[in-house]
């Protein structure tokens, strides 16, 4: 039998040890603050955050935590003490401004947490197109828009205020959406009704079929929205992430109730100017070209001769003309690189517009 005493010892001894490392780390903290402060000293003491934030920069320090990491700690809970590091030193004397579709406790919240952390000014918006303007304005340094989803497809109305606003993508983050049954009841015996957006209601349909058949369903704005609703109406119950839970009050009656476990969105970091490369970056193009046959084959063929890989494309209504459609394309590498720069100009002698939508880092990791 083990001697009590010396496992009393030895537990002092490892804190003793912890104790230590927390002060190093600290102190480490603390320097590289100073240094993030000089940074910006070097350059304009009297510039605001934006003006020397640099999207690139911070995507090729998370690439190196990432290969770094040798554990207990997963790659996704590293990250994640990084990014806070990194956006406290950032905000030393101003914090970013980020615009976002609200309200409160939605997924595009948690989305700007996890690409910005939490040393920043969340502003909250009503619409899509309320995010653009507070960028446009100046209002917001960057916005954080959903664009797509793994199980639902485009988020349609995100490409199309491309058509309409010059502003250009500096960022992507891919998040894991983990969809949460909300209610004051203490069993789906006590639910008439459940509320969620449309969105969240389709990819919980086989769950919802299999343990709440015939509640009514009922969609509203945002979880957010439906999470408000239901905090005080313990027959109800709403489809929601955590943070509208925590934000809301709410207990988590049933977690993950997603169909697909997989199941991510896909969210674009909007601003008014591209940035320099991170080595492992997206671009996005609007290309339009002369209606008739062999019109998409004339597009992409630049792409395929230049040895440029497209990773998706999405056709959308031109808002010129009956029929008449516009193309979004992402490509991989950024528009600096040699064969970007040779495909957009063979593009340009064929189509009548090729516009480029932004090129960024892409996504570090899926996180949930």
């Not at 199941?263 to 674009?268: E, V």
């Not at 630049?302 to 394309?329: C, D």
């Amino acid at each position: 039998m083990s001697d009590p005493k010396n496992q009393s010892t030895d537990l002092n001894t490892v804190r003793k040890e912890i104790d230590r490392l927390d002060e190093s780390i600290q102190k480490l903290i603390s320097e590289r603050a100073r240094l993030a402060f000089r940074v910006r000293e070097s350059k304009d003491a009297a510039a605001g955050a934006v003006d020397y934030f640099r999207p690139e920069r911070e995507a090729q320090v998370l690439r190196g935590v990432l290969e770094r990491n040798e554990g207990p700690l997963s790659d996704s809970e590293m990250l994640r003490l990084f990014r806070e590091i990194m956006s406290a030193c950032l905000a030393q004397q101003e914090p970013l401004k980020i615009a976002y579709l609200g309200p409160e406790g939605t997924f595009t919240q948690q989305a700007v947490h996890r690409h910005f952390g939490h040393s920043v000014h969340a502003l909250s918006m009503p619409g899509i197109d309320d995010v653009f303007e507070q960028v446009q304005a100046g209002d917001a340094d960057f916005g954080v828009v959903p664009v797509e989803n793994s199980t639902q497809g485009i988020v349609s109305h995100t490409l199309d205020m491309f058509l309409l606003s010059d502003l250009k993508i500096c960022g992507e983050v891919e998040l894991r959406i983990h969809q949460n049954l909300l209610s004051l009841a203490k069993s789906v015996t006590e639910i008439e009704r459940v509320y969620s957006h449309e969105q969240s209601l389709s990819q919980c349909k086989q769950w919802l079929r299999a343990h709440l058949p015939g509640v009514e369903l009922i969609s509203v704005g945002s979880n957010s929205e439906a999470a408000r609703r239901v905090r005080n109406a313990p027959e109800a119950a709403a489809i929601a992430g955590r943070s509208a839970a925590d934000v809301y009050g709410l207990p988590v009656l049933f977690s993950d109730i997603e169909d697909e476990p997989d199941n991510t969105t896909r969210f674009l970091v909007i601003g008014r100017h591209v940035f320099s490369p991170s080595g492992k970056d997206k671009t996005s193009l609007l290309l339009s070209g002369h209606e008739g046959p062999g019109l998409l084959y004339s597009l992409l063929k630049p792409l395929q001769q230049h040895g440029v890989n497209m990773t998706r494309i999405e056709s959308r209504p031109s808002r010129h003309g009956k029929w008449a459609y516009v193309f979004f394309v992402d490509l991989e590498g950024h528009v600096e690189d040699a064969n970007i720069e040779a495909a957009l100009a063979d593009l340009e002698k064929v189509s009548k517009l090729t516009r480029v939508l932004g090129s960024y880092p892409r996504a570090v990791l899926a996180l949930s």
